[in-house]
């Protein structure tokens, strides 16, 4: 079930909300597994029996790790605890890529669960916070489930810790925090809705139509380098929102998983701003554990390595996602390098000019990343990237009239919505949010004004989002692959 389809808004949402907020405080985590496994169901309804065998071994395993946490038993429980959602991520998500890549053998393919990435990760930082004694361990079985399967972060993030939302799973809200909670949770849900409806699925459309053409103009080629960072970007983001703002309904509080990424001003900033929770989650779980940065340089070289060929991998099996990893290595250790370079060398006159080079540097950057990202078929990747540079096989020196008329139109209805894009994906638009909101706050009836202008908002946007959903056809989730 997609959360920007009107079957989850008008009906599995309202439904969801109602019995909640209606049920007794003790029976809510009841109801949130109910249907969160309702919700997964919808469009898995195999797997979903994968998923609740996944959360009762692990559940067992956590309390024989925990009663037998001072013998050698207690060790291999919580080996076992780890290492089975890991088996059955990399069987589902990586047994055939490994077998074709390793043995020349190819296997039948195999469905892939949607949301396996996020909900193991999330199991697997459960059971090692467990051990290490950084969480109690959940003795409710019900409730432990409603972490796992909570349906706004369940398919695609963000990955929540149990650490983070345990108070509310355990204690729940005050009414008041609720109320404050759930105005903000419908607002920020909306312009999630808005962000992947409104803007990530019509810049889709104009790079389906791009890369069905076998011929395109140096600036098309930039154009669709743009579109599928954008795409890329408000399409997950969006869906971080939702995630976000439907957790804020239900009184939880999820961390942030993007904070403005294109404005950065390195390769590493960049990731401190983009998919933040996995980030954190490598940095915690792998990166720290292997020595992080606290052992010499070779090794600190060999930590980088493997935990950009995991990040890779953790977006899918294929070569494609291998290289996207190794090829920001690369890079972040190329960084360091220079920073030690340079260190103590900086010219203060020149800084204005030296921060808007970074900025192109890391803008170039994430445009031919993202390519890499998104083409699956190594020739494929190789052609656009050399379009960039007005090479290779989709630039023709001698492209009929047809063709470049073909280009010249996608260029230019394009340029509205890439526009939108880019200004949305830097701060302004929360700038000027924030400023309308003072300046209601600044009025004599400024709570109530402020109230009526934030619910109008949404539903401004949900009706303008409920018009595409009904009108358009285009709404994949790119994220649920993963």
């Known amino acids: 079930m997609l ?5 989850f808004l008008y009906f599995f949402l309202p439904l969801t909300i109602f019995l909640y907020f209606f049920a007794p405080q003790k029976g809510r985590n009841f109801v949130l597994l109910i249907m969160s496994i309702i919700f997964y169901a919808w469009g898995e309804p195999i797997y979903v029996l994968l ?68 909900y193991t990760f999330q199991i697997a930082s459960y059971c090692i916070d467990v051990y290490h004694k950084r969480v109690k361990r959940q003795k409710n079985f019900v409730t432990y489930a409603a972490y796992v399967t909570l349906f706004p972060q369940l398919v695609a993030g963000p990955i929540v810790r149990y650490s983070e939302i345990e108070q509310t799973l355990v204690n729940g809200s005050s009414f008041s925090d609720i109320y404050v909670k759930f105005e903000k949770g419908v607002v920020r849900f909306a312009v999630g809705l808005g962000k992947k409806v409104l803007i990530a699925n019509v810049i889709g459309e104009f790079v389906s139509k791009v890369a069905e053409l076998e011929v395109r103009g140096l600036a098309l ?7 599928v960072s954008l795409q890329i970007y408000f399409d997950f983001s969006g869906y971080s929102d939702m995630a976000i703002g439907l957790g804020s309904i239900f009184g939880f509080h999820f961390p942030e998983n993007f904070k403005y990424p294109f ?14 929770t996995l980030g954190a ?35 899918g099996a294929g070569w494609n996602f291998i290289l996207w990893g190794l090829m920001f290595a690369v890079l972040l250790v190329a960084e360091k390098a220079c920073r030690r370079l340079f260190i103590g060398k900086k010219n203060h006159s020149m800084q204005f000019l030296i921060k808007i080079l970074q900025h192109i540097y890391v803008v170039l950057v994430v445009l031919v990343s993202f390519l890499v990202f998104h083409d699956e078929k190594i020739p494929e ?44 994906s830097t701060p302004i638009p929360l700038l000027l949010w924030e400023k309308i909101q003072n300046m209601l706050r600044g009025h004599k009836l400024g709570a109530i004004a402020l109230h009526l202008f934030r619910g109008g908002f949404a539903v401004v946007l949900l ?20």
């Open 3 to 7: 959360f920007s389809s009107i079957i």
């Open 221 to 227: 080629s930039w154009a669709y380098a743009l579109a």
């Open 381 to 424: 990747m190789v052609s656009d990237i050399q379009a960039l540079a007005n090479c290779g096989s989709h630039i023709a020196a001698q492209a009929d009239a047809m063709q470049r008329m073909t280009c010249s139109y996608l260029l230019r209805n394009s340029m509205g919505i890439l526009c939108i894009g880019v200004i949305g």
């Open 281 to 315: 989650w490598f940095r915690d779980y792998v990166y720290i554990p292997m020595g992080g940065n606290r052992v010499r340089l070779f090794r600190w070289i060999i930590n980088i390595f493997v935990v950009w060929l995991f990040t890779g991998l953790w977006h």
């Open 51 to 118: 998923m609740i065998a996944q959360i009762t071994a692990s559940f067992l395993l956590v309390w024989l790790m925990d009663n037998f946490r001072e013998n050698r038993a207690g060790r291999i429980f919580y080996i076992l605890s780890v290492l089975f959602p890991f088996a059955a991520l990399f069987y589902f998500k990586y047994f055939s890529f490994f077998m074709e890549t390793l043995f020349g053998i190819k296997t039948k393919t195999i469905l892939l669960p949607i949301g396996i990435s996020f």
């Open 263 to 276: 404005i950065s001003k390195s390769v590493s900033e960049f990731w401190r701003r983009w998919h933040i």
């Open 463 to 482: 009706i303008l989002c409920t018009a595409y959903l009904i009108d358009g056809s285009f709404n994949p989730f790119l994220y649920f692959r993963f």
